[in-house]
């Protein structure tokens, strides 16, 4: 069946450092994709999204690379900051789903001071 | 900054017993949703709702699941007779429009324990 995944379950990196996670989807006919960032016991955060008729998009401190040939996504967090520890899932949109996001199954996060 | 509301944030069931989550989504979105969190695993689609009926809906959202928007604010999740495997984090999340492009925003979940 369609799906969006993960590679890396866990991720643990310096304070200071760049983090990237990434995220592989199968269903091409995913037009939006977002990154939520999720602590302990709360919702899902947004963090930043993309639209398939891009490649790249900033934030602050985060930007997402999408890459539809082979289907993988990634977020880069630019000097990583222990707040920064959390569960991040990328989620994404099909065309004519009406909010419908499809999961993946999240990478945690770890910064070490 | 606006945000998704959700109450309560924990609730503690008999099994067989129902259950009303309670939502108020932010003010100018049209769309809204409920998703739910097994422990440790991924967020999953249960339903969406627009003008007042039900978009699209899960696997997961069976007949004991429905969904009401009672006034104007609030949008609630019942589930008629839980089980034990109903204990989940269950968010509500809504956007301004259902299409792509439109931030999805969730509240920050009702924890359900079924017993």
């Known amino acids: 069946g369609e799906s969006v995944g993960l590679h890396l379950p866990t991720l643990s990196v310096q304070e200071g450092d760049n983090s990237i996670i990434n995220c592989a989807y199968s269903?091409?006919?995913?037009?939006?994709f977002i990154w939520y960032k999720q602590e302990s016991g709360k919702g899902p955060q947004f963090i930043i999204d993309?639209?398939?008729?891009?490649d790249k998009r900033q934030g602050q401190r985060v930007t997402v690379l999408l890459n539809k040939t082979v289907k993988h996504l990634s977020l880069q967090i630019a000097a990583t900051q222990p707040g920064d520890s959390a569960v991040y899932f990328c989620?994404?949109?099909?065309?004519?789903?009406?909010?419908?996001?499809?999961f993946g199954q999240g990478t945690i996060l770890t910064v070490h001071p | 900054e606006p945000e998704v509301t959700q109450t309560p944030s924990h609730q503690v069931t008999q099994m067989g017993q129902e259950v009303i989550l309670r939502c108020v989504p932010i003010?100018?979105?049209?769309?809204f949703y409920w998703y739910r969190q097994i422990l440790g695993q991924k967020v999953e689609f249960l339903v969406s709702?627009?003008?007042?009926?039900?978009?699209?809906k899960s696997e997961i959202f069976d007949d004991q699941f429905s969904v009401e928007r009672p006034d104007g604010s609030n949008f609630t999740l019942k589930i008629r007779s839980t089980k034990l495997e109903d204990s989940a984090m269950y968010f509500c999340?809504?956007?301004?429009?259902?299409?792509?492009?439109?931030?999805?925003?969730f509240g920050e979940g009702s924890w359900l324990t079924v017993v």
């Open positions: 989620a994404e949109l099909g065309g004519t789903s009406y909010g419908k996001l499809t």
């Open positions: 269903n091409s006919a995913s037009d939006y």
């Open positions: 993309i639209r398939s008729n891009m």
């Open positions: 003010s100018n979105h049209l769309y």
């Open positions: 709702f627009y003008n007042n009926e039900i978009s699209e």
């Open positions: 999340a809504s956007n301004v429009q259902g299409t792509s492009g439109n931030t999805i925003y």
